[in-house]
């Protein structure tokens, strides 16, 4: 997709959002009915969706956490979804009053909820909300709040979380990341999540494969990946230990329930670019 193609996506309530099903797992409240009477047909097959969800929304905020500890004082959160507790500014300057996010997403309730909050908050000097894609890196890079808010020239903090799932093959993803790894400056790191079934067993890998299925009904399909295809997204970054783990196991700031059901469902790592 180039920036030519990118057409904004309007707000489609007859059908689930991946923002808007995602923060149903987070928080339970639901934008619209469609997306409750997805969520329960989600749960009856993988009734893990929550966990999975706050596995993937923690590993975000430890991984936020630990690239403030780093001296990082900018973020660029792509996919950020629908706003929720913890948010990345919310996290960032808990540590760092002076830390500057730029918030983006494709889905239009996610980029009107984000604005509101920010506004509400009055952060909107030190944080935005951009409607871009992720498969048109250029739009996010070169636009004017990105470019207002982010330099360049000092290290930036990537997170780019439970994204991938939803950019096909097709669409060049490995790609897409090496263009946005070639503008990190030095120093920069990247934080990312993908669900995957390696680990899984029999029936869990059977969940996960028909909640994928019935998301075809979805704006957002999703694409499941190998631990070596998630991997490939690393390509010209160092892996921060612990490496690439489970979500619940990136430096957990609590003991990890090793009997949980939904720990093997996604993968995460952190990257730091030399």
């Known amino acids: 997709m180039s920036a030519n193609d990118f057409e904004s996506r309007e707000i489609d309530a007859s059908r689930p959002s991946a923002a808007r099903m995602y923060h149903y797992y987070l928080s339970g409240e639901a ?26 929304r923690e590993f975000l905020q430890r991984a936020v956490r630990y690239m403030v500890a780093q001296g990082i004082r900018q973020f660029l959160d792509i996919g950020s979804g629908l706003p929720t507790v913890g948010n990345t500014h919310e996290v960032s300057r808990s540590m760092a009053a002076d830390a500057r996010v730029v918030y983006v997403d494709n889905d239009m309730e996610a980029v009107n909820r984000a604005h509101e909050l920010l506004q509400q908050q009055r952060a909107l000097g030190s944080t935005a909300v951009v409607e871009a894609d992720l498969r048109v890196p250029e739009l996010i890079l070169d636009h004017p709040d990105t470019r207002r808010l982010i330099d360049f020239d000092q290290p930036i903090g990537l997170l780019i979380v439970s994204v991938w799932p939803f950019v096909p093959d097709s669409d060049r993803p490995y790609e897409l990341m090496a263009q946005l790894r070639d503008r990190l400056p030095s120093g920069s790191y990247v934080a990312m999540s993908h669900v995957s079934l390696d680990d899984a067993s029999d029936e ?27 991997a490939a997204f690393y390509d010209g970054f160092e892996m921060i230990a612990p490496g690439l783990v489970y979500a619940p196991d990136w430096r957990p700031e609590r003991p990890v329930d090793p009997r949980d059901p939904a720990r093997p469902c996604n993968f995460a790592a952190v990257g730091y670019k030399p």
Not at 31 to 56: C, L, S, T
Not at 204 to 230: C, G, H, M, W
């Open 31 to 56: 934008v619209f009915d469609v997306d409750k009477i997805f969520g329960e047909r989600i749960f009856q097959i993988f009734p893990y969706a929550d966990a999975w969800a706050h596995h993937n």
């Open 204 to 230: 869990l890998k059977q969940r996960i494969a028909a909640a994928a299925d019935l998301y075809k009904e979805t704006s957002d399909p999703v694409n499941v990946r190998s631990r070596d295809d998630f």
